[in-house]
């Protein structure tokens, strides 16, 4: 497969041998990489792309969940050329940015007050800096697994500069390790922040039992909790603490929010927010994009007349079926691969139990990941080389049969090894 993929893709490697002599690594997203060398992306529509080298693939990475509208989707290019039209950043306050605004708070209700960042990483960064100064404490909670941006990750590989905060990584889904952790050093506990899904690390839910563990936590410590909904909030009408009944003290947003343009968002109690208001508060929170006018102007075209809570709901129910008809192919083939997440986004494994942290995958043989990956590619189904596949709304029943084909056609293959 691997050979075959070299030969077939002289465009996209000779692309990337000339980039690398400029960005280490050809690129600047470490998440893109895979060996021999990633496919180098020409051209999308909808949910279609075109390599360098004219190959067709039905889009099932979707940018990572920001990509819920597809390539180029007609209302969120009309928006954006409306709003250039009348200037990009125009370094004051602008009608957009509240509007948007009002929009977000509306429709995630623990959201009272929020401000807008570049990205989801920074959303993140912003709303620890809040805890911090908000309890005058220094610790945060995190989980392993976590990734909550390329400074904040607490996988398998750490982001390299994992910011300097105070982080106390505890085991992810496992109640009893949050609750020793918050008895021995609670006082100190300026935030939990958790993903209600990790998401980078293969799509792992958390059980309702354990997120609500960690609300009730953090409460009685008088520390926040942050949820960062930055990939989840897709996955129910009103995101996935709301699903939970879970209400955060601040949540982080991002990706899909911003109509696909660069975005990220954090915001939540009134009072919190406070510390952001130049009229009283003292904390400065500056960025010469956030309130940029193409990105307010997508993530608003994007969230009123693409997705509104219906169509995140229509979408969460089309991915949750599809995982099960998957999961239902791999017990008839008698293959230990099954496919976890929520809804619209979600990960195969080669593991046979329940995955309930990325401990549990320590096992998974990186070679069947790789195998599976490249035979997707080979049927034209561009999925992630970690085994991630995202749904978005123009990708059609014909593309998802497509990917079940493939899928089979594994099975069968790999059943018969
Ligand atoms: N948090 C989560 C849960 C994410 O999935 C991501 C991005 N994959 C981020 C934060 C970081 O967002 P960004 O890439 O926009 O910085």
Not at 14 to 27: K, Q, S, T, V, W
Not at 115 to 125: I, Y
Not at 302 to 329: C, I, K, Q, S, V
Not at 338 to 348: C, D, E, L, P, W
Request: proline share 6%; hydrophobic share 45%.
């Amino acid at each position: 497969l691997l050979d075959a993929f070299a030969a077939s893709n002289p465009a996209s490697r000779e692309c990337f041998d000339i980039h690398a002599r400029y960005l280490p690594g050809a690129n600047s997203r470490s998440v893109l990489f895979y060996a021999p060398f990633p496919l180098t992306m020409a051209r999308g529509e909808g949910a279609v792309l075109w390599d360098l080298d004219g190959h067709r693939y039905d889009d099932f990475i979707a940018e990572y969940t920001a990509g819920v509208y597809g390539h180029s989707a007609p209302e969120i290019r009309a928006a954006v050329i409306e709003a250039m039209e009348g200037g990009i950043s125009l370094t004051g306050h602008n009608l957009r940015e509240g509007r948007l605004a009002q929009l977000i708070c509306e429709r995630f209700a623990q959201i009272e007050r929020v401000r807008f960042t570049n990205s989801g990483t920074e959303a993140n960064l912003m709303a620890i800096t809040a805890a911090l100064h908000f309890t005058g404490r220094r610790r945060i909670v995190v989980f392993s697994g976590g990734y909550h941006g390329g400074v904040l990750g607490f996988g398998a590989q750490p982001a390299p500069t994992t910011v300097p905060f105070d982080f106390l990584v505890l085991p992810y889904n496992d109640e009893a390790a949050a609750r020793a952790a918050f008895a021995r050093e609670g006082p100190d506990i300026a935030a939990v922040l958790v993903e209600p899904m990790l998401g980078a690390s293969g799509c792992i839910p958390g059980r309702p039992a354990f997120l609500q563990a960690l609300r009730t936590l953090a409460t009685d410590a008088g520390a926040l909790l942050i949820v960062d909904e930055v990939m989840t909030s897709r996955l129910a009408p009103h995101g996935l603490a709301a699903q939970h009944g879970i209400r955060p003290d601040l949540t982080t947003l991002g990706k899909y929010i911003g109509g696909g343009m660069p975005f990220g968002a954090f915001g939540g109690r009134a009072d919190i927010m406070a510390l952001f208001d130049p009229r009283s508060g003292p904390l400065a929170h500056s960025g010469t994009f956030n309130n940029n006018v193409v990105t307010m102007a997508a993530g608003h075209a994007g969230l009123t007349r693409l997705f509104p809570p219906e169509a995140a709901a229509a979408l969460a129910a089309r991915g949750a079926a599809l995982r099960d008809r998957l999961n239902a192919r791999c017990a008839a083939a008698g293959v230990a691969l099954q496919f976890t997440g929520i809804g619209s986004v979600m990960n195969a494994h080669f593991a046979a139990g329940e995955v309930r942290r990325p401990e549990d995958l320590a096992a998974v043989d990186a070679r069947l990941r790789q195998l599976f990956f490249f035979h997707l590619l080979a049927q034209g189904i561009y999925a992630s080389p970690r085994g991630f596949i995202v749904l978005s709304l123009p990708l059609d029943d014909d593309a998802i049969a497509r990917l079940e084909q493939a899928v089979g056609d594994f099975l069968a293959r790999f059943a018969a090894l």
